[in-house]
Each structure stands twice: as C-alpha cells, then as structure tokens.
C-alpha cells in the first residue's frame, strides 16, 4: 500500500530528457538509433518539419538516418 507520494519517490529518477523542451517524456516518444537523443513525438516531429539536425546540438542527421 502507500500513496502517490510514496511510490514516486521510490521510482528512479527518469534519465531521459526531451532534446527539445527538457522535460522527461512519457507516453509515447521517439529516440534516434544512432545517437540516442529523443524526446517527445509530437516534439520531434516538429522540430524535424523544419530542421534536419538533433535538436540536441550533437550533429546527428536523425531525420536522415531515420528515413533507412
């Protein structure tokens, strides 16, 4: 038994950023495989309408590689 409370603070921390807002996502969300950065679909998605690097800054041409 226990309330929210106290299961939260028993659960790890999440490691796990979104590479756009900053905040942990959860629910559905997306990760390059070959960088690893990620975050947020709807996020993602957006930032790869208008960009074609990692929104992290690492260099990584996520959208690229996605598209194998």
């Not at 226990?2 to 603070?9: I, L, Q, T, V, W």
């Amino acid at each position: 038994g226990g309330n929210d409370s106290e299961m939260m603070s028993r659960c790890p921390k999440h490691g796990v950023l979104c590479s756009v807002c900053n905040i942990p996502p959860i629910g559905v969300a997306s990760f390059c495989l070959v960088c690893g950065h990620g975050g947020h679909l709807k996020h993602i998605q957006e930032w790869f309408r208008e960009f074609k690097e990692c929104p992290s800054g690492c260099g990584c041409h996520c959208a690229t590689v996605s598209e194998y």
